[in-house]
């Protein structure tokens, strides 16, 4: 059975507390994620859901209140017994194929599939390497052009409290011997420093690419 499977061979492998370490899978029509854990203990799924709308900042979000594995797949409920209904998917995807309306904000939206972490990362950007925002919800991609060796950096952070977010992709970018410096269509510059352990940190961000109550500054860890 899938269920087995999933639970078994993927999950239960790696608790080692009374719940696993969540298992996070990407958003791959948005921007988002859902978290994944079992209890080593009873069995149950435990399920968290956040995706935002980046032009309006809005939210869906959910947190499972009880589920139920099937054989083909989850099934929870919110607070107010609200259903959602999670089916298993290729190469261990999840697909949400139901999700409370009441829960999303206005063009919200949190029905498709998501993707293992890895797998989301290497759709996302193929030759991109991927960092991941070490203060907060987010991450930065750097690529190198193989023709020029021009650097591209892309940066999108969250705050998950309100929605909004912090959004660039660079027009232009120039190394330097203490990092990367990018510019913004009017001319702004972001700063990203060489940190170590092969991290990046944001060392200046123009405040008018974000939303309120969040910051795009700080260290990024190259993802693993």
Same mark, same amino acid.
């Given at each position: $059975?899938?269920?087995?499977?999933? =639970?078994?061979?993927?999950?239960?492998? +790696?608790?080692?507390?009374?719940?696993? @370490?969540?298992?996070?899978?990407?958003? +791959?029509?948005?921007?988002?994620?859902?978290?994944?854990?079992? @209890?080593?203990?009873?069995?149950?799924?435990?399920?968290?859901?956040?995706?935002?709308?980046?032009?309006?900042?809005?939210?869906?979000? /959910?947190?499972?209140?009880?589920?139920?594995?099937?054989?083909?797949?989850?099934?929870?409920?919110?607070?107010?017994?609200?259903?959602?209904?999670?089916?298993?998917?290729?190469?261990?995807?999840?697909?949400? +194929?139901?999700?409370?309306?009441?829960?999303?904000? $206005?063009?919200?939206?949190?029905?498709? =599939?998501?993707?293992?972490?890895?797998?989301?990362?290497?759709?996302?950007?193929?030759?991109? +390497?991927?960092? !991941?925002? !070490?203060?907060?919800?987010?991450?930065?991609?750097?690529?190198?052009?193989?023709? !020029?060796?021009?650097? /591209?950096?892309?940066?999108?952070?969250?705050?998950?409290?309100?929605?909004? !977010?912090?959004?660039?992709?660079?027009?232009?970018?120039?190394?330097?011997?203490?990092?990367?410096?990018?510019?913004?269509?009017?001319?702004?510059?972001?700063?990203?420093?060489?940190?170590?352990?092969?991290?990046?940190?944001?060392?200046?961000?123009?405040?008018?690419?974000?939303?309120?109550?969040?910051?795009?500054?700080?260290?990024?860890?190259?993802?693993?």
């Amino acid at each position: $059975m899938r269920a087995s499977l999933l =639970v078994g061979a993927v999950l239960l492998s +790696t608790c080692l507390a009374p719940w696993c @370490s969540a298992q996070v899978y990407q958003y +791959t029509e948005g921007e988002g994620q859902l978290e994944l854990e079992i @209890s080593e203990e009873s069995g149950d799924p435990l399920i968290q859901i956040f995706t935002v709308n980046p032009n309006n900042g809005h939210t869906c979000e /959910f947190e499972s209140q009880g589920c139920n594995l099937t054989d083909t797949g989850i099934t929870c409920y919110s607070e107010d017994d609200a259903p959602l209904q999670i089916e298993y998917g290729p190469n261990d995807s999840l697909k949400v +194929t139901e999700f409370p309306s009441e829960l999303c904000g $206005m063009n919200g939206n949190a029905l498709g =599939v998501y993707a293992p972490q890895a797998e989301a990362d290497a759709a996302l950007a193929s030759n991109a +390497t991927i960092y !991941t925002y !070490t203060e907060g919800e987010g991450r930065l991609e750097l690529e190198v052009s193989e023709e !020029t060796g021009d650097p /591209f950096i892309q940066i999108f952070t969250v705050n998950p409290n309100n929605g909004h !977010t912090c959004e660039f992709e660079s027009q232009g970018c120039n190394l330097t011997d203490n990092g990367i410096t990018c510019y913004t269509e009017d001319g702004s510059p972001v700063q990203i420093d060489y940190g170590p352990n092969n991290s990046l940190k944001v060392t200046a961000f123009p405040s008018e690419l974000c939303g309120a109550g969040v910051s795009a500054q700080g260290m990024y860890k190259k993802a693993q």
